[in-house]
Structure formats: C-alpha cells, structure tokens
C-alpha cells in the first residue's frame, strides 16, 4: 500500500475553501462546505471529493490508508503566508520594556528591535538556525499549519542574508512542511547606513539582490517601508528592480505610520501588502483594483498594543484579505494560528467563514500558489487537517486553543495529536 494514498471519509463538515484564486470581498464568506464528506488522495494529490457516498463508491479501501472523521471537521492545511521564522537569539526583555510602556519603535531608535536580532543571527551558526527552525516548524504543524513563507531580514549584511536564506532552503529539504523563502534585506537600516539609507538600498540591489535571484535563494523580494526606516521612493527603487529579475513582490506597508504603502504595492502589482494598520481608503481601494492581497497580522497588532488593521473595511471593499502569523523575536513572538482566529472574529469584525478563507485559499494566494493549495480541489497538494470538533464553527469558539488532531502533507500523516497521550 502506498503510504501517500489516503481516502478521508464520513467528516461531519469538508471544508473545501474551493477554488484556485483568492476570493475577494463577499466571496471570503462562503466556506463550500459538504456535510458527510470524503477525499481521496493518490501519490500525494486530492484525485477526488464529495460525498462519501459518491466518493468511496467502487474504490477498494484495502489499497489506502482510511482515516475515519465521524464527528470531524476536515480542512485544508493553514497557510502561513508571512513569518520570520528563521533568527538567532530572543528579545524577552524588550517584550518586558514595551509592557512598561516603551515604543516599538522607541526600543528600535536606541539600538534595540530587529538591530538586536540582527546580532544574534551573525553569531549564530547556520547550522544552529536549522535547528531552532526546525522546532519552530514543528510548532506551526502542530497548529494546522502546511505551508509557511519565510523571511531574511535579521542579516542586512551579504553573509548574514544568504545564511539565513540557506538555512531555509536546507530546512525545506529536511522538514516536510513547504517553505516559500522571501528576501527582506532592506528590513532596517544598519548601524553603519544610518542617514545613507539610499546607499544601502544601492548595496542591496547591487551586491545582494543578484545572488539571490541567480542561487534561486528567494521567491518574493520584500522591504520594510516605514517612517524613519526606509521610503516610498527607496522601496519602489529596490521593489522595481526586483521585479524586473523576475522576483514577486510583497511589502511591509503602511504599519505603524501611513506613508503610501498600500498605494505602492498597488502601483507595482506586488502580491502582496502586509500589515496595513495605517493604510488609506484610497490604498486600499487601489489594491483591491489591482488584486493585491492585503495580509493583516493581527497578532502584531496585539502584540505592539496597536489598532487593528481594518479587516472588515477592506473585505467589503472588495479585497482579498489573508491572514498570518507574522511569527518574529520581537513584534510579535507567536506562531499561534488559534490566536489570530480569535484576534481576526473577536476584534476585527471578520466572520469565521472569511477568518478560516483567509488563512486557506488566500493564504495560498498571498504567496502566489493559490493553484497548488489552500483549497481541497482535485489536482491540488494532499495537505489537509483533520480538526476534532464536528463543525468548522469550534474553531473560533475553542477560544485560542488548537483544534487540530492529525495533519496530512502531500498525502502521508506527519502529526497526531492522539500519539501524545497513548500512554496515559
Ligand atoms: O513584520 N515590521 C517589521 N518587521 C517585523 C518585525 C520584526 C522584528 O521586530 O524583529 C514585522 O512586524
Ligand atoms: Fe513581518
């Protein structure tokens, strides 16, 4: 029996999130839900969906692995479409500043923030950056997690930046989750760039941007464009050149200080604008136009005790909106998807319909796979969760606990929570 064929039958809800691009605006609501429903997977690959009835009909089941999900939701595996998941050392004491009431960007000015981790990641080895990677990949599966972005950004420096990009190329070979890698050099600016933030965006495109592109080290090409960090002309001058390399875009925008972010991303066609606390009406009418996905990460919001980004405004606008973790050693340390599910329904008006689309279909969309998965469609990637309550609705009710029993990726089963406690 091959261990990448698996029929998933009798679920109480399949969730199927279908379709193979994002869902904008009212579409977010609508889950395509079946009730007693089944999957088939062959080699890896959804090969049929439906009822159960109709699904199983004339298969013989001693040639797969049958999970039985009676009284289960099955779902499509979360995308996890912005993380910095790979960084050397912590920042719990800045956490402990920022609670006694010091700015995010306060701790930044006087040398802390992503400078402090940008040390830790030049002293740790690449080979201690797979480790703790692999860890942290661990956490988001056991969240439901399938495919997770991730990002550089902690180096600034060449060596640094391309260590950290192959720590994530080398853990995408060792972990079975997907890793789509990012390149977020111009993240900050460096000590010694401070005032010649143009020269160091000169330095990136010059000496940095061209060796990723050619090592294929990085799919997106990102940039923190923020008040007192780097422009909307200093961003459109890295983002267009990276574009013309062929790399897609997305931006840090519009986060804490509105500056054009959100307009930016529109006017270059980036995939993706994240963050979005501050942007316009007219931005984000713009990147609904231009069928950016606007990706909130509300657990940075919670985290930095700021405004939620306005999630509502934006779906009923018309734009495909995702939801992430953000997971990072100092804005927001959490790859809880429970988490966000909670932020996205109790605080940002979303519904749980456009809360779980949000972290599916356009999750995928967000990183530009929305044809691959996010969605349980025949053709697509076998990554689906199995979640132990009856109905999708316990996930936002489940009040920022996992819900999530067994995960299956490319078709074999790679997490069960029901292992843990065999023994007791
Ligand atoms: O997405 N805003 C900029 N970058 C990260 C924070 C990184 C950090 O604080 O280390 C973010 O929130
Ligand atoms: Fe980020």
Request: net charge negative.
């Amino acid at each position: 029996m091959n261990k990448r064929n698996v029929i998933i039958k009798n679920a109480s809800e399949l969730v199927t999130c279908k379709g193979f691009e994002a869902k904008r605006g009212k579409e977010m609501d609508e889950l395509h839900v079946i009730n007693d429903g089944a999957v088939i997977i062959e080699d890896g690959i959804i090969k049929a969906v439906g009822k159960t009835e109709e699904v199983v009909k004339g298969i013989d089941e001693s040639n797969y692995q049958v999970f039985d999900a009676l009284g289960k939701t099955v779902m499509p595996g979360f995308v996890d479409s912005h993380t910095h998941l790979v960084f050397g050392g912590y920042r719990a004491e800045e956490f402990s500043w920022r609670l006694r009431g010091d700015s995010y960007m306060e701790i930044m000015e006087r040398g802390g923030g992503i400078i402090n981790s940008v040390r830790g990641t030049m002293e740790a080895s690449k080979e201690e950056l797979i480790e703790l990677g692999k860890k942290r990949l661990n956490s988001m599966l056991s969240f439901g997690v399938t495919t997770v972005e991730g990002k550089s950004g902690y180096g600034l420096d060449y060596d640094t930046e391309i260590k950290q990009l192959e720590a994530m190329e080398e853990l995408n070979k060792v972990h079975p989750l997907d890793i789509i890698t990012t390149f977020l050099g111009a993240h900050a600016v460096p000590k010694d760039y401070k005032g010649k933030e143009d020269e160091f965006i000169d330095f990136i495109i010059e000496k940095v941007l061209p060796v990723v592109k050619e090592r294929n080290l990085a799919e997106f090409c990102d940039i923190f464009c923020e008040k007192n960090v780097f422009s909307v002309n200093q961003s459109r001058k890295l983002l267009s050149k990276a574009k013309e390399m062929g790399m897609k875009l997305k931006l840090h925008a519009d986060e804490i200080v509105r500056i054009g972010g959100a307009e930016l991303a529109a006017e270059l066609g980036a995939v993706s604008a994240d963050h979005l606390l501050q942007a316009s009406d007219e931005g984000i009418k713009a990147m609904a136009q231009n069928n950016v996905v606007a990706t909130l990460l509300p657990g940075t919001a919670f985290s930095l005790k700021e405004e939620f980004a306005r999630g509502r405004f934006m779906i009923d606008n018309g734009c495909a909106v995702a939801l992430a973790s953000d997971f990072n050693p100092g804005s927001c340390f959490t790859e809880s998807i429970p988490l966000i599910i909670s932020l996205a329904t109790l605080h940002m008006n979303m519904t749980p319909e456009e809360t779980i689309t949000a972290l599916t279909i356009n999750g995928a969309a967000a990183i530009d796979r929305a044809d691959e998965i996010g969605s349980i469609d025949v053709g697509k990637k076998g990554d689906i969760v199995i979640h132990e309550f009856p109905s999708y609705k316990f996930l936002p009710y489940h009040i920022g606990v996992s819900t999530v029993e067994k995960v299956i990726k490319n078709g074999e089963m790679i997490y069960d929570r029901n292992k843990l406690f065999e023994n007791i």
